[in-house]
């Protein structure tokens, strides 16, 4: 351990970083042998060029030339702005699923913290009666969807280091949700070394480790690659990766429309498309998908990127509505070719990374212990996976109803809270059973006034329900599992 203690302080030497091992000589051997672990695999020149662009400069968001908003398929269909042929594109996306080319992915690396829960965000109880966690809402979405189709579909699941072992332990506890063992494939996200945003040094957690932060859900393409997930989906045949976050309950798992137009519309180059729901008003924090560029590339623009006059900006009456409009919601379909071409080096990972500066406790070498800093002292990075959009030859939107596809759980009250989750549960079941006849108390607000639950398991949309066995009517203030 010695040769391979003095080899490394040569390396740190000569990228001045040696500090991370100047309290090596004092440490006990277990804790010599992790932080040697830790540090070995760094690509320290990799290191050096990211503290030159996003540590010693402050990178600026330059908007594209020629921004516009960007092109979509429609909700309807019929509509006449942009009509298509949705049973054509369904039937194909069916088709895809059936002969088992389409896989599930789910970034859930994120902690409950900010909703009060201890756990993994996707342990969270999400549904309006029973308290469903997420990963069982999309489980029972799984098995609706194979046992529609016949093949299985492999779930492949990112977590992170701070929660995959909890993960994995929710799942075994649960029995897999139903779900075969084989068809789970977890992997923990990759992580990148926090740096004092005033020297660019790489912070120590503690005397043995170093301080580490998640590479962002940009970085599920690498991990999707290094992981073995890429292999595994290959030797299964899968070509499709449909791709959501853990926090929306509502999310179709598997779209086979949205597959569809993936794999087949004529503006497709069949690598990564994504979906969009009309912004619920210019200040909403969802960024917008537009054309950029001489080349007319779809492309996100985030929120905090946008300027005022463009966010507020609106089409010519008697329209009226927002002009950039389509608001993502972090679902896309993407293609296994495509992870691959964009991880082929992985020393030369395609997607950029953003800088965010935050407060991180770290060791001080010189003081021998912790510092608690009162205002940002570190700078983190991370990869946003809408950035890989523009890399695709050509990228497809597809327009979705906000009311059946997102109402996310990411605060502990006010918007996207539990609560307005519950509400939009409940509005979208409600809208499924009027459709079959049965009558449904709704306020002023034409809001439903019952709590309302739909098991996957008994439909993934309203053509899946029958009438014949469902109630007459609900109740105001009714509590109601189908």
Not at 405 to 410: C, L, S
Request: proline share 8%.
């Amino acid at each position: 351990m010695l040769d391979r203690y003095q080899t490394l302080k040569t390396r740190f030497q000569a990228h001045d970083q040696a500090h991370v091992l100047a309290t090596y000589e004092h440490l006990p051997p277990e804790q010599q042998r992790s932080l040697l672990d830790q540090i070995e695999p760094l690509d320290l020149a990799s290191l050096d060029e990211l503290i030159r662009l996003y540590v010693k400069q402050r990178p600026t968001a330059e908007l594209p030339a020629n921004l516009e908003p960007a092109a979509f398929y429609p909700w309807n269909a019929a509509d006449p702005a942009r009509p298509y042929d949705a049973a054509k594109f369904r039937a194909l996306g069916e088709g895809l699923i059936r002969r088992g080319k389409v896989a599930a992915f789910t970034v859930a690396g994120g902690q409950g913290t900010r909703l009060g829960w201890e756990g993994p965000k996707g342990t969270y109880p999400a549904t309006v009666v029973t308290g469903k966690p997420l990963f069982r809402v999309f489980a029972e979405q799984l098995l609706a969807t194979q046992r529609k189709y016949g093949p299985a579909i492999p779930w492949y699941i990112m977590t992170s280091p701070i929660n995959d072992a909890d993960t994995r332990a929710f799942f075994a506890d649960n029995n897999f949700f139903g779900l075969r063992r084989q068809d789970i494939f977890m992997f923990p996200q990759g992580v990148l070394p926090s740096f004092d945003a005033a020297t660019g040094k790489l912070l120590l957690a503690s005397a043995h480790e170093l301080a580490v932060n998640p590479d962002g859900h940009g970085g599920s393409m690498k991990a999707l690659r290094e992981s073995g997930a890429i292999d595994d989906m290959r030797r299964r045949g899968v070509e499709h990766i449909s791709y959501f976050q853990v926090d929306n309950p509502l999310v179709r798992c598997v779209d086979p429309l949205f597959i569809g137009l993936h794999a087949g519309a004529p503006d497709s180059s069949a690598e990564m498309s994504s979906k969009m729901v009309n912004k619920a008003g210019p200040d909403e924090k969802v960024g917008v998908f537009c054309r950029a560029g001489a080349d007319g590339k779809t492309c996100v623009i985030e929120y905090s990127d946008l300027p005022v006059e463009l966010s507020r900006q609106t089409n010519a009456p008697p329209d009226g509505s927002l002009r950039f409009n389509a608001g993502s919601i972090a679902i896309h379909v993407i293609a296994v070719a495509f992870v691959e071409r964009l991880t082929a080096d992985a020393q030369r990972f395609a997607l950029p990374y953003h800088r965010a500066d935050k407060k991180v406790p770290y060791y001080d070498v010189a003081r021998g212990g912790m510092v608690q800093p009162d205002a940002p002292n570190a700078v983190k990075l991370e990869a946003f996976v809408f950035d890989a959009i523009p890399l695709a030859k050509s990228s497809i939107v597809y327009e979705t109803n906000r009311g059946e596809e997102f109402a996310p759980i990411k605060n502990a009250d006010g918007s996207d809270s539990p609560a307005t989750s519950h509400r939009i549960q409940s509005n979208r079941h409600g809208g499924w059973l009027e459709s079959c006849g049965v009558k449904v108390p709704r306020n002023a607000q034409a809001e439903v006034e019952a709590k309302i639950e739909i098991s996957p398991l008994t439909a993934m949309e309203p053509g899946d329900l029958n009438p014949a066995e469902l109630p007459k009517a609900i109740e105001a203030n009714q509590e109601i599992v189908i």
